[in-house]
């Protein structure tokens, strides 16, 4: 994944402790620091072609959050309609 290469690229040390996250975290890990690694190249960028990463940093963001909230409140709904099996 893109992240995962920007961290071992950019960040040996981080993209290592990232390996030994969970396969859960791991995901989650690589995006955060790679997010760290391009806010620090920011200034070695034009102000516009800084500008358009972030804001495809902001749209990545806004996805996984949503991605997260259809998540939970799939397993949420799984949940209550396994509870009315139940009853």
Do not use: C, N, P
């Amino acid at each position: 994944a893109y992240t995962m290469e920007l961290v071992q690229r950019s960040d040996r040390e981080h993209y290592l402790i990232g390996l030994l996250q969970s396969s859960h975290s791991r995901r989650h890990w690589f995006a955060v620091r790679a997010l760290a690694v391009e806010l620090a190249q920011a200034a070695d960028h034009s102000a516009e072609a800084a500008s358009l990463r972030l804001q495809w940093w902001r749209s990545e963001l806004a996805a996984l959050s949503e991605r997260r909230a259809t998540t939970s409140r799939e397993k949420t709904d799984h949940h209550h309609h396994h509870l009315e099996d139940q009853q």
